[in-house]
């Protein structure tokens, strides 16, 4: 078996024709979504976000798996594993091209560790079920991969969004991502984003927030980029980084919140961290009051037995 490896590095992102991405951002946006289940209801949707943010996806690492994709990509030799191991696999694989298949494996072999997206469906649900009101502004203080963004801007209620990442190269592209569906779709709400890390206070964010809504980095589990700026370098044990990291965030979010507004956050524990009840603790003694916890469904590989559970607090 001969391996193009250029055809598979070249073309393992999907050049989408933005005609194409634009059509499915509006059937997306003239969607309405059944709020009483946090069902997905659109898979289509996630094209968008491969589009504009697979490459830096595939260049982080959770600890899930040995390797990011992009190490697989670009290296001949583990490359060569992979297929091998695809070929003898057929009745799992299929006969699907080598791309399709690559993308399978990075999903569901040990040997990879790639870092999930929060579902932009569920994200907009989560607005639309607890902040129905026009023009209410949220605030997501870890924007990752553009999921909560696209939740937002995507929403008939014309939510004000604003965002925080520290990550530099995908802050501009996160950039780009919000000015391309405001030229797709009709919002009239206002968009802010920041390049910094949640630990840093913003004080123009005082009493501006109704709703805080983000995926936290879970510590050191997975891995986006080198840059100093990441929470888990800067703080590098995880009593550091629970008191540089995760006091302050919260602390933040609560003087940015308006009165009676909510806090919300997707956690998932991990063998070493519990990060549930540490989040749960710091938010309540800095004065939220809980509402509810929600499990989420999250597209995980069948070993993974952890779950995604949502907090829901308000300021009272
Ligand atoms: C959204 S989180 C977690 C992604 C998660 N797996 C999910 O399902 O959405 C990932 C982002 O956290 C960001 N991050 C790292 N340190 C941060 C900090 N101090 N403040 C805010 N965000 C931070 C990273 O740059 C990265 O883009």
Known sequence: ??????????????????????????SFYNQ????????????????????FFEDLLYNAKSKNGKYSPSQIINNDILLDIALKYINE????????????????????????????????????KIFEYYMPFQNS???????????????????????????????????????LFSDWIKNTIHNNGDTILFNTGSETPIPSLFNKIDLSFSSPPYF????????????????????????????????NIYNYTK???????????????KIIKDWLDIALATGFKLEEIRNIETLKRKSTKTENKLLVMRKS
């Not at 078996?1 to 509006?26: G, T």
């Not at 009483?36 to 289509?44: A, G, M, Q």
């Not at 009676?260 to 961290?273: A, E, M, S, Y």
């Open 1 to 26: 078996m001969s391996i193009d490896y250029e055809y598979i590095r070249e073309n393992i992102h999907v050049k989408y024709d933005e005609l194409y991405l634009k059509k499915i951002l509006l």
């Open 89 to 124: 696999h057929r009745n799992f694989y299929h006969n699907k091209s080598d791309i399709t298949n690559l993308k399978d494996f990075f999903f569901s072999s040990s040997m990879v560790g790639k870092v999930t997206n929060f579902n932009p469906v569920i994200a907009r």
């Open 259 to 273: 009165p009676n507004g909510l806090h919300i956050v997707n956690l998932q524990d991990t063998k070493r961290i």
């Open 137 to 175: 502004t949220i605030f997501d203080y870890s924007c990752g991969y553009g999921s909560r963004m696209l939740g937002a801007l995507s929403s008939k209620y014309d939510y004000n969004y604003i965002g925080i990442d520290p990550y530099t190269h995908l802050y501009k592209r996160l950039l």
């Open 220 to 251: 050191n589990y997975e891995i986006y980029t080198e840059e100093y700026s990441q929470s888990y370098i800067k703080y590098p044990t995880y009593n550091e980084w629970k008191n540089n990291y995760i006091l302050p965030t919260i602390i």
């Open 32 to 51: 309405s979504l059944d709020i009483s289940t946090f069902s997905i209801e659109n898979r289509n949707i996630n094209k968008v976000l491969n589009y």
